[in-house]
């Protein structure tokens, strides 16, 4: 059967505090899967629930179609690799990866066999002789990994596992996590606060805000049809536009300067090399940003503009008007 996991109607509190708040998610099996939030907004509580930490007050988590909402976490077909990985200090790489497998009397040669064959999946087949405090905060993040994918689990789950490293680190990790990811066909549960590396590495992202999740979607439909001010705003850069009564996320990129429309006065102009990003006061009152590739025009503080966009560009926002009359 197929590993999807299949987490419904999930709350947990912690005394007065509500981490989680009737959270459903299908993530179905070979997937990349993102929880992308703001911190508090109970990614990590979710993921603990679904790693069998954590006994949900309400709800049920089934893996492959099977209940175990309250297995033990060990039984669960199931890792997961934190942030703020521990390594065994006095072992070595080779002896940190297997040593899950020896603690469960997986024979030495077959131990040896799998501890080799990950390290090289994770590109560290030189560095099984090596202590943790020989490598680089990159390499000790792959032995973690390699830690928690040698005995080959149904799903990984992996709470803002790239949060130490530095922005060129973790580029080049996101980069490499995804195709081991497709490379494995391992479904990955991945939690995150920052919105491009969703956006860049996940095959679906839910957006948490306070406990709830706001949507649910690919990271295209994510970024260009947020459904609430709050997806459009924690994702990406958006305008709030309000008309007739409606409000609308327009993103940035979607306006053009044209020859009519939305009449309005160049107030400042933010030179980003690829783009150009011009701050806008329209004669109704609003502030707007437009990004515009650096195509030679040049446009200069005060100057008069008009701005126009598609009638698709502008996405309504849940709880307006328009869209309560839709509903
Ligand atoms: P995130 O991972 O999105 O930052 P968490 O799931 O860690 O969010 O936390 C959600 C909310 O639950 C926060 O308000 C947090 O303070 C609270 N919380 C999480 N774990 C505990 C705990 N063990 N005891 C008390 N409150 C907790
Ligand atoms: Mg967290």
Redesign the pocket.
């Known amino acids: 059967m197929a590993a999807d996991v299949d987490v419904r109607g999930i709350t947990k509190a ?2 007065d ?1 509500l ?2 708040d009737g959270v459903d998610l299908t993530v179905p099996d070979g997937s990349f899967f993102t ?1 992308l ?12 629930v679904i790693a069998g930490f954590e006994r949900p007050d309400a709800g049920s988590v089934s893996l492959g179609g099977e209940d175990i909402t309250f297995a033990p976490p060990y039984s669960r077909d199931v890792n997961t690799v934190f942030q703020d990985y521990a390594l065994f200090p006095h072992m070595t790489v080779t002896e940190n990866v297997g040593y899950g497998l020896r603690v469960k009397g997986v024979g030495r040669a077959e131990r040896d066999a799998a501890v080799k064959d990950v390290l090289a999946t994770v590109g560290l087949a030189e560095y099984g002789g090596r202590k943790p405090v020989q490598l680089s905060g990159g390499q000790r993040q792959r032995v973690a990994l390699a830690r928690s994918i040698v005995n080959r689990p149904k799903v990984l789950l992996l ?1 803002e596992p790239l949060g130490a490293l530095d922005l060129k680190l973790r580029q080049q990790m996101q980069t490499f996590l995804k195709s081991l990811q497709r490379d494995l066909g391992m479904t990955f549960v991945y ?1 995150t ?1 920052d919105q491009e590396e969703a956006l860049t590495m996940s095959d679906q992202v839910a957006v ?1 805000n306070n ?1 709830k999740i706001e949507q649910i979607g690919t990271p295209k439909e994510i970024y260009e049809r947020p459904r609430t001010e709050f997806v459009a705003d924690f994702v990406g850069t958006t305008n709030l536009v309000e008309r007739d009564g409606c409000r609308y996320s327009v993103r940035p990129e979607r306006i053009e300067f044209a020859e009519a429309g939305e009449p309005g006065t160049i107030d400042d102009v933010i030179f980003v090399g690829a783009f150009t990003r011009y701050l806008v006061a329209t004669d109704r009152g609003e502030r707007l940003t437009v990004v515009s590739q650096n195509d030679g025009a040049r446009l200069a503080p005060g100057a008069r503009v008009y701005l126009g966009w598609g009638e698709d560009d502008a996405v309504p926002m849940i709880g307006s008007r328009q869209e309560q009359q839709e509903g």
């Open positions: 912690y005394g505090v981490a989680v929880l939030g703001p911190s508090g907004s109970g990614k990590t509580t979710t993921l603990r709470d939690v606060h948490f406990g």
